[in-house]
């Protein structure tokens, strides 16, 4: 008889899970609590302006493997667009200065060494003051292994790990920070070019891993809420979804819980887990991108860091945004539209636009917090645990919801 793999929750961890223990050979059954795949990677119709738009502005790595490898496993991998060498436009909105960072094609940092393809006014010794980061431990403070002040820092170094970790960088976890900087700036520019998915999250990452899961002769089944777990010794021998809606497990049959933090405690009493998160803010305005407009801008001296060009529209990213959670909406839409204004060269008043705050966006990237984040392995032999806030080694990101997910089915393939 064929061996049954539970998965809770179909986020990208979740799926990612379930795509590789189905291509393992179990038969999967997914079980989502809300109405929709995804979680906080999805896409939607709003209404305000009219188009399809993701929850969150998120963006990948030609370096991202356990992402772009779980694209290539559900047929999306071409989905995933982006320039065709590293170059990151970036500009600084107080003094009006434009430049392009140029990390090249090399699988080396070679870049660092050509002052064409650097920061403005940078030395090569202010790179080489970041090299504590690759080796900190995560107990340390990125605010006491490098210098957080200086050109460097204020136009690529803060901007990159202010958007990896969601905290204000000298309060993150250096290791965190440093695992950021192994794999993308340290690994030259091959691992470093930057994709997006422009037909939207859902359409790339989500959907078709459903579709695939589903053709296949597996289930996925939405509004199914998991209420308790079973336990019999040292297993989990019962899902219970509440009204009599229960599933007895067979003695090889595995569970992966990849549910939010709140829920995996709440079903595990006694696990340990972050407590604190920090808030996003995304913001999308219905308007045709100039033609000359980079897929992503960066920018700094302004209340915006990140500016994405898409069909039809433009849209921000904002981190470790819980200041601006209560501002009023249509005040923040206004100082976000002014900053693209500048930053893009796009005039006019304020076109339709939606306003997108996840107010737990991801965990806080302190030493504190990463503390508390658990491995994949529970104290039930046939129960794992997904989600990029398990110890994944890496912040919340795609990527490290991905390295979980397959890292929970790994230990499940393992078990035969």
Known sequence: MQKTVHIIGAGISGLSAAVRLANGGYKVAVHEATQQAGGRCRSYFDAATNLTIDNGNHLLLSGNRHALSYARSIGTEAGL?????AQFPFVDLASGQRW????????????????ARRVPDTSLRDYLALAPLAWAGTEALVGNTIPCKGTLYDRLVQPLLLAALNVDPPEGSAGLAGAIVRETLLAGGQACRPLIARDGLSSVLIEPAVKLLQERGHSVQFS???????????????LDFGGGDKITLAADDAVVLAVPPRAAATLLPGLKTPTKFRAIVNAHFRVDPPRDAAPILGVVGGLVEWLFAFPQRLSVTISNGDRLVDMPREELAQ???????????????LPPWQIVRERRAT?????????LRPGPATAQKNLFLAGDWTATGLPATIEGSVRSGDRAADLVLARR
């Not at 667009?81 to 060498?85: E, K």
């Not at 392009?100 to 002052?115: I, M, N, T, Y």
């Not at 199914?224 to 019962?238: A, K, N, V």
């Not at 100082?335 to 204004?341: E, S």
């Open 81 to 85: 667009v982006g320039p065709a060498r």
């Open 100 to 115: 392009q960072l140029d990390l090249g094609d090399s699988r080396l940092p070679l870049w660092v060494f050509d002052e």
């Open 224 to 238: 199914h809420e998991l209420r308790t777990l079973g336990m019999s010794g040292d297993r989990i021998s019962e």
């Open 335 to 349: 100082a976000i539209w002014r900053d693209i204004c500048k930053a893009s060269g796009v005039s006019g008043d």
């Open 363 to 371: 965990f806080e990237a302190t030493p504190e917090q990463n503390a």
